[in-house]
């Protein structure tokens, strides 16, 4: 299963014995799925658990005739898809007018009344996410969305969220093939949104994975580092090299001073060492920017010896 469906599993889970609070969140799960009047509601997901959990919802709630069709496969042939259907016309009427619309209005708007308190709200955010949310996995990106049918719904849904005291939610707004996605980037501000709609322990994995992607970085940075501070010793090393086996040809090394014929002996022997190490090598010991001195110097006579 993808990391989407481990969340719906996880919300469906969720046991409430409060009638106002199953009612949001099946009115969240209807509102959102496409087909919601006066005369027609049907259900449609490629969740099995959030298609049982609707089910079971209407069914103790309002006990209406269920037409269930699943297992059917979609267009790219990689899932299935679930349907469910309510048969009698009558029935579509009495749940519609008891979430509180009416076959006058002219477009869907999300209906305050029913979400009045702040656990019907999480309630019914978790029934929207139910019905069109999803969330990418982790270890790929963060990302969790919403992709919602009606414009107004849209704005609905952000107010709403927006709202909530518990948590500081920024979504965003995109439209895109025909839907209006309400969305969430950030790994801190999806583990929210999972743990408001009642999904902690997929929050935690979240919270998981990207402790263990911080620590990847972070040995990586330094491998990255330390390869890159390699590469800067063996270039100057294999410079500083050089500059000695020149004066060694032309002039000799025993004719250089002491300090720099010892530096001089101390690079040739040991051509991986850094400079603090060949400062720390020397007899006394000197810093690192004593031995760059040193070098300096070498170098320098390097250079007049090949103007010469």
Known sequence: ?????????????????????????????LLFGKTFSADKIVFTTESSHAIKRAAMLLENLYMPIIEKQTALRTKNGGSHLYKMSLIDSSECKRIFEDFGHSESQVTLRVNRAVIGRDELAAAFVRGVFLSCGSVSDPVKSYHAEFSVPYKNLSTDLCKILTEVTDCVFTPKTVARSGNYIVYFKGSEQICDLLTYMGAPIRAMEIMGTKAVKQVRNNVNRRI??????????????????????????????????????????????????SLRDLGQNLSPPISRSGANHRIQRLLELADMTEEK
Do not use: W
């Open 224 to 273: 990255n580092s330390e390869v890159a501070n390699i590469g800067k010793v063996a270039t100057a090393s294999a410079r500083q090299i050089e500059a000695i086996e020149h004066i060694k040809t032309i002039k000799g090394l025993e004719s250089l001073p002491q300090d720099l014929k010892e530096i001089a002996f101390l690079r040739l022997e040991n051509p991986e060492m």
């Open 1 to 29: 299963m993808s990391f989407s469906s481990d969340v719906k599993k996880e919300l469906c889970s969720a046991q409430s014995f409060d009638r106002e609070a199953l009612k949001a969140e099946l009115y969240g799960i």
